[in-house]
């Protein structure tokens, strides 16, 4: 951190060198926007949760740490008068996407509704051993909230409210499953923990409607493209990967995120770089080919981003 601040100072300083003004505090600002992202707030630390809203219903995606903030941001509503009702649904089980859960404070209110989904059958199992001692000191039994379960059908449309959620298969060593959210014309690709192993239409037979179509995806990028290569069947991939389902598929605008927890701000600067190089590159041999290629927005998702769609 010290070193990071030192850059940034250090690069403000410099900023104005040659200048026939000295530098201000109105400097200061435009001076901060123009820093890569990784000297100026980082990806963020949080593990997987994602909220989907639409004008009467919003669904979270995974209990990972950030649901922990998001709870918070909850009891503003409904849910801190213990009128709420939150729907979660869950790829999969892995302690990343589920270790925010005990700090999700609704679920400890009286009044509140949660829902729970997955197309897993251990659903119930899982979230009752997470809320039991000695892993947590509240047990199940005693969370105010009143909690439901729900089993989610392979490929079957699910509605809540005015959107529509699918579950489709991803490419991980443990079941996981991605979802499709589809609302008025519009539609939202989560394809998070997958190496993507399957990559061609017809290897992805009934789940290739998942990257079919949509307005914004977000896709799994914890390794670099060499990485991905050293750690085959740990169910991850690299931006490259999903760069050229997109652009094959006709994706709008992708971000991707599940960064590797053990990279700085600055590696995960580097694997950005070395995707755009990829990219790059790409469209480079196409027009040398005289091919059409679809053009994808694109970049690494940071914590706390809100995308309309």
Same mark, same amino acid.
């Given at each position: ?228 290569? =050293? @750690? $085959?069947?740990?169910?991850? #991939?690299? !931006?490259?990967?999903?760069? %050229?389902?997109?652009? &094959? ?16 701000? =600055? @590696? $995960?600067?580097?694997?950005? #770089?070395? !995707?755009?190089?990829?990219? %790059?590159?790409?469209? &480079? ?25």
């Amino acid at each position: 951190m010290r070193a990071r601040m030192k850059d940034v100072v250090t690069r403000f300083a410099e900023s104005g060198m040659g200048k026939k003004s000295a530098l201000s505090l109105d400097h200061v600002e435009p001076f901060l926007a123009s820093l890569p992202q990784h000297l100026y707030g980082g990806f963020g630390g949080n593990t997987p949760c994602i909220e989907v809203r639409a004008a009467q219903q919003r669904a979270i995606i995974d209990g990972g740490s950030g649901i922990r903030p998001l709870g918070y941001e909850l009891l503003r509503g409904p849910c801190g008068k213990g009128q709420g009702e939150v729907h979660i649904l869950f790829t999969h089980f892995h302690w990343d996407h589920l270790i925010g859960l005990p700090f999700f404070v609704p679920i400890f209110i009286p009044g509140n509704k949660i829902h729970f989904y997955a197309v897993q059958p251990e659903l119930e199992e899982v979230i009752r051993t997470i809320f039991k001692k000695p892993f947590f000191p509240v047990p199940f039994e005693y969370l105010g909230a009143e909690i439901s379960f729900h089993r989610l059908e392979p490929r079957k449309p699910k509605a809540f409210g005015d959107l529509m959620a699918t579950p489709y298969q991803l490419d991980h060593p443990d079941p996981c499953w991605g979802f499709r959210f589809e609302r008025e014309g519009m539609a939202y690709a989560h394809c998070v923990d997958t190496e993507a192993s399957r990559v061609t239409p017809e290897e992805l037979g009934p789940d290739l409607p998942l990257y079919q179509n949509v307005d914004l995806m977000v896709f799994d990028a914890q390794y670099t493209l060499m990485e991905t290569i =050293e @750690k $085959i069947d740990w169910g991850h #991939a690299a !931006a490259s990967i999903g760069l %050229d389902l997109a652009m &094959r598929e006709g994706v709008k605008r992708m971000l991707f995120m599940h960064h590797d927890p053990a990279s700085s701000d =600055e @590696k $995960i600067a580097e694997a950005e #770089a070395e !995707a755009r190089r990829y990219y %790059d590159s790409q469209l &480079r041999a196409a027009k040398r080919a005289g091919k059409k290629i679809h053009e994808v927005e694109w970049s690494f998702a940071t914590e706390g981003m809100v995308i309309p769609l």
